[in-house]
């Protein structure tokens, strides 16, 4: 790309290391340089994956001490001063589009909106939940996304159902200027394959017992409680198998689960990882499972979907429409019906001892992921709308 042709471009994203957001992070924005942008990654002082691995494109952390538990009210006047910060730097550096992430429709996220569209520049939105799980099952107050609307100039989404939900919240934002690109978290860095044994005893899970994997952060619109239900009809029928879950809970009681464990008599039967595991571990547990279930109840992309799919796991998931564009049923993995613990269960049960339909399951998942969802192709598509945000056409 000739210097007179290249992109400027300032993705932020404060979560970074936080929450374990910095492997997306890093993946597109790798994904995006290797294009031949020029890029500044603007995220939180938790985010180390810069400090371990070299990259080309520059990474800088003007939020500082915006985590924890700190008054609220100290903590977003970091956050202020982090997005402040940032906007400047990104104006001196020469860049011309912001890439946003929203994952929530609030205030902090609009003061960065704000301070950037101020100084000029081409607003790229990424959109990745257009609605606050949080808020999940509750109503949601539509007035909030008008001034986001009026502000963005392409709008990113992972999937066709998100693109109609963002339809719904934004009426008049044009339909065109909505972009559907893959979300994009294959393992750029630690996927090498260990061997389901040595997976095993790295971590100390049981080597002679069938692992059914519940992996990220929980989240009650993750569906871990119909897990749980259903793991105890596959523990009356299956006696030599143990269900892992692998996350923090986010917004929603850890009682929850450990209240349906205790009632159903499952203690035996689970490991239960409440924890925050570092990237260079999370391969291990892909290994060692024999099958990964994501069990939500609603979802507009899945970034651990698509890590199971790079790390070659038998999935079972649910039948949301997210979900039915990725999964071919019975060759890329197993769809089960929606908050249906029973036929959760009877989909587990039919899978887990078919080690040739396990395999075939792998296989065609990392074929899946090679070609639907590897970082180059994301990178293309991504640098192709910061292209049009640019020049303001309408195609």
């Known amino acids: 790309m000739n210097s007179s042709d290249q992109l400027h471009v300032a ?49 800088e952390k003007p939020f500082k001490k915006i985590y924890g538990k700190e008054n609220k009210l100290v903590r977003g006047l970091r956050y202020a001063i982090g997005s402040y910060n940032a906007a400047n730097h990104a104006a001196k550096a020469g860049l011309k589009v912001v890439h946003f992430h929203i994952y929530h429709f609030a ?20 959109i990745h939940d257009v609605e606050n799980f949080e808020d999940f099952g509750k109503e949601i107050d539509t007035g909030k996304y008008a001034k986001f609307e009026k502000v963005i100039d392409r709008v990113i989404v ?19 200027k909505i972009h559907i690109v893959p979300h994009g978290d294959s393992d750029f860095l630690y996927n090498y394959p260990i061997g389901k044994t040595e997976a095993r005893k790295k971590l100390g899970l049981p ?34 198998a143990k269900l892992l879950v692998v996350g923090r809970p986010w917004k929603v009681e850890q009682d929850l689960f450990d209240g349906i464990v205790k009632e159903k008599k499952l203690e035996p039967d689970c490991i239960l990882n409440y924890n925050y595991v570092d990237n260079e571990v999370i391969p291990a547990y892909f290994e ?55 036929d959760l269960a009877e989909k587990i049960l039919a899978l887990i001892n078919d080690e040739e339909k396990l395999k075939h399951l792998r296989i065609n998942a990392k074929k899946t992921a090679d070609e639907k969802f590897s970082w180059k192709l994301i990178g293309e598509k991504v640098n192709e709308v910061y292209k049009l945000a640019m020049n303001g056409s309408s195609n």
């Open 158 to 176: 992972h999937s066709e159902y998100a693109k109609r939900a963002v339809k719904k919240y934004f009426p008049s934002f044009p339909e065109e």
């Open 288 to 342: 060692a499972a024999d099958i990964v279930v994501l069990p939500y109840r609603e979802i507009y992309s899945s970034g651990v979907m698509i890590r199971a799919l790079d790390y070659r796991s038998a999935i079972i998931a649910s039948d949301l429409d997210t979900f039915k564009n990725i999964i071919v049923e019975g060759e890329n993995g197993v769809l089960f019906k929606n908050e249906d613990e029973k």
């Open 11 to 59: 993705l932020l994203e404060p979560i970074g290391g936080h929450s374990g957001n910095d492997f997306y992070d890093f993946g597109l924005c790798k994904a995006v340089a290797d294009q031949g942008t020029h890029l500044v990654f603007y995220t939180c002082d938790e985010t180390t994956l810069d400090t371990k691995f070299s990259f080309s494109f520059k990474t």
């Open 107 to 126: 205030m902090r996220e609009y003061l960065n909106f704000f301070l950037f569209k101020r100084k000029g520049f081409k607003i790229v939105a990424t």
């Open 207 to 240: 080597l002679d017992q069938k692992l059914v994997l519940f992996f990220g952060q929980i989240k009650k619109v993750k569906g871990l409680d119909v897990l749980l239900k259903a793991w105890a009809i596959v523990r009356d029928q299956k006696k030599d």
